[in-house]
């Protein structure tokens, strides 16, 4: 893996770009993986401004020899006034795209993570977007919204919704889905809702403690339709064998989630002939009874927050070094100048942005996610 940040002067953007290749064992071409994430400096302009900047640095980005043949599967909009900016931008139509307001907490009002391949084939199919090779198929979808109903409603409805989506590819939520995202406006008050819908929904699929939960990221976002209380993101994999996939708990830092009332996974590790894929989910200062740790304190909390992360890591043979991006979620804009400085010096070079998005407990003040790629030798498997 190798990272690198380059500052385009002519627009203002900094891109924080990370790239994987396996560089031994791998007979035919491998797929290569690219995680960028775009910072466009404010300069205290309207949106739109903002807005041109930062796809002419995407383009910067992706003309750049290093990046030839690089296709985009999934790009998240982080936007500070959804409901106003969203109808000012066109999705893109290739690749699997998502708006959310966490506001970037730099000052700008956008900020943008894009994640590429080269080798694979993208194409898109029953409302998903599929990037295929060597057998297997990585289904995405994002920003999938309702607006009837309350947060447990809606929950209800998107993932019945999904559930279909993944019928028409012979796949379900059970055997197939390995990472999703719940965006909930209002979190302190709308959470819980979605929480009871989830939970019921597992039930009937079948997920339960005695069985898995899914990798997820449950956190404060407003969709840009403002009748929308939850909005839900997806990654599903079909083509691989249920021996490839294991499920990571840190038993010394973390409890399992249903103990207290929830049900996602702190992280998962997929494990194909060339590479691992690592999902760790949304992680804040948590002790393994479930506790909240060092209340009120966010340097604490960050510090404990990268313990449990660095322990579900290590559980997947990887470290912080195999990180290829990072989200941090702050409850208090006040708190991102200091945050800030932290990651600044534990991750010189790992793509990240810190964004304002209440974490589901309120004494949370800092939540992270991250993915994790690292060489294997697995010749049980397929090769990605």
């Excluded at 995680?35 to 949106?47: K, S, Y």
């Excluded at 979808?141 to 279909?164: H, I, P, R």
């Excluded at 407990?361 to 090769?383: D, G, S, Y």
């Amino acid at each position: 893996m190798f990272t690198k940040n380059i500052y385009i002067d002519d627009v203002g953007v900094t891109v924080q770009l990370s790239a994987f290749a396996p560089k031994s064992g791998v007979e035919e071409c491998p797929v290569e993986e690219f995680h960028a994430i775009l910072h466009v400096e404010p300069r205290q302009e309207p949106f739109s401004q903002q807005l041109r900047r930062i796809c002419e640095g995407e383009q910067h980005l992706l003309s750049l020899p290093e990046m030839a043949g690089a296709k985009k599967v999934l790009k998240r909009y982080f936007l500070s006034d959804s409901t106003n900016q969203r109808p000012l931008m066109k999705p893109d139509a290739d690749c699997a795209c998502s708006f959310i307001q966490q506001a970037p907490l730099d000052g700008s009002k956008l900020g943008v993570w894009i994640y590429m391949q080269r080798g694979s084939k993208v194409s898109q199919e029953a409302g998903m977007v599929v990037s295929e090779h060597n057998g297997y198929r990585h289904l995405w979808k994002m920003g999938m919204v309702s607006e009837q109903g309350d947060s447990a409603q809606q929950t209800t409805t998107l993932l019945k919704t999904y559930e279909a989506d993944l019928q028409r590819l012979g796949a379900t939520l059970a055997e197939n889905c390995i990472r999703t995202w719940f965006y909930v406006r209002d979190v302190d008050t709308q959470y819980a809702g979605m929480v009871k819908a989830r939970r019921e929904n597992f039930v009937e699929q079948g997920l339960t403690p005695q069985t898995h939960f899914i990798a997820s990221t449950g956190i404060g976002g407003n969709p840009a339709e403002t009748k929308a209380l939850v909005q839900l993101g997806t990654y599903a994999l079909t083509g691989f064998d249920p021996a490839q996939q294991r499920y990571l708990y840190a038993p010394t830092h973390l409890n399992p989630t249903y103990e207290y009332g929830v049900t996602f996974e702190r992280g998962v590790c997929l494990e194909y002939g060339d590479r691992a894929h690592i999902y760790i989910s949304g992680t804040a200062s948590i002790n393994n009874k479930g506790e909240v740790m060092h209340v009120g304190d966010v340097v604490k909390q960050t510090q404990r927050m990268w313990e449990n992360v660095e322990t579900l890591l290590a559980e997947a043979d990887t470290t912080f070094d195999d990180v290829m991006q990072i989200i941090v979620y702050l409850r208090d804009v006040a708190d991102y100048e200091l945050v800030s400085r932290m990651f600044k010096k534990r991750f010189p070079s790992i793509p990240y942005i810190i964004t304002l998005a209440p974490v589901c407990r309120p004494t949370w003040l800092i939540e992270m996610e991250c993915v994790a790629v690292k060489e294997r030798h697995n010749p049980q498997f397929r090769n990605l």
